[in-house]
């Protein structure tokens, strides 16, 4: 069963607008930051996370954003077009912005964090100018993120990029990608969430950020049931809500529910498990598979990364999801 129907006729794939950073990675793992002397650089944030994810699954990808007007920027830009990502509609900032940038602490496989450096940061400088009616009406799926709704005027280009999509029948998936430093009260997040998330066609996100979304609604009742129906009343044909390690449920419009569930794997970070669940489900989901095996590979995808210490360099090819998931099923798979 697959609700979707996207146009077939059209060059691109999947366009991705929103966040593009850095990720700067602990190589000494297993110890605070406070102790972390050295790190890796990986080109990070959800949206390009996911674009690249599409990218390596086969899909004719494209981006809209701003980078920084320094190496950074062009490490970023460099790296996505490495990845066959067009890069035609990212902008180059030249206010005197930076480039996002993570430092990861990997303590534990389940005690990881994320220090964020968001000040002036050339993502959030995003433009409506900047976003090309033609190149949203030449996608067949639109992907927006939360970070990118969470300051001026990046959050006008979302809503200029949802009214294109919607205009031209683009498919929208939203990923919420909530990032507390950002943003300046949960009650700007929760109306700016909810305005995008009524144009949005799919919406996938953690039970926290549906919480998140939900702080206005009185007397609501905090089931996953009730979060994905409210949204039924709009544009959205498909809900998920993702439960970390017991797995995500999709609901459908139609009153259907289905339950995906999560794969072993050798843990060494938590972070990044989100994006490429998103970039496998959401390939699934253009493929025409039903919704249960788009959720499958989406799990497995995100074992595949958990288990790496990158998030970028870590999206699995179609291959290596097809052969995770048959190493799984068959027994061979190693818990270390």
Request: with cysteine.
């Amino acid at each position: 069963m697959n609700p979707f129907i996207f146009q077939q006729d059209r060059p691109f794939d999947f366009v991705a607008l929103g966040r593009l950073c850095v990720d700067l990675n602990a190589n000494e793992i297993h110890r605070p930051m406070e102790e972390t002397v050295t790190f890796t650089k990986y080109v990070g944030g959800s949206p390009a996370n996911i674009a690249i994810g599409m990218a390596r699954l086969g899909m004719k990808t494209g981006f809209v954003g701003r980078v920084s007007d320094d190496q950074m920027g062009r490490f970023i830009v460099s790296y996505m077009q490495k990845n066959g990502i067009d890069t035609s509609c990212v902008v180059t900032d030249r206010s005197g912005s930076v480039t996002g940038l993570a430092f990861t602490e990997i303590k534990s496989p389940t005690d990881c964090s994320i220090l964020m450096y968001r000040d002036n940061v050339a993502d959030l400088k995003l433009e409506p100018g900047d976003v090309s009616e033609a190149y949203i009406r030449q996608a067949k799926a639109l992907l927006i993120s939360g970070t990118a709704l969470a300051k001026s005027p990046s959050r006008e280009a979302v809503f200029v990029a949802l009214e294109y999509a919607r205009k031209h029948g683009t498919a929208v998936f939203f990923d919420l990608d909530y990032r507390a430093y950002t943003w300046t009260s949960p009650a700007e997040t929760a109306v700016y969430y909810n305005l995008a998330a009524e144009k949005c066609d799919c919406i996938i996100g953690t039970r926290d950020e549906f919480d998140l979304m939900e702080i206005f609604d009185d007397n609501r009742d905090k089931s996953d049931a009730y979060t994905a129906g409210k949204w039924f009343a709009h544009h959205a044909k498909t809900v998920v809500i993702k439960h970390g390690k017991d797995g995500s449920i999709a609901y459908t419009a139609d009153g259907r529910q289905f339950r995906g569930t999560a794969f072993p794997a050798n843990i060494v970070k938590t972070f990044g498990a989100g994006d490429a669940y998103a970039a496998s489900f959401i390939r699934g989901l253009m493929k025409g598979w039903d919704i249960p095996k788009a959720m499958e590979y989406g799990a497995a995808a995100a074992a595949i990364v958990i288990s790496s210490h990158s998030c970028s360099d870590a999206m699995p090819t179609l291959r290596q999801v097809e052969e995770y998931i048959d190493m799984c099923k068959s027994g061979k798979f190693e818990q270390k």
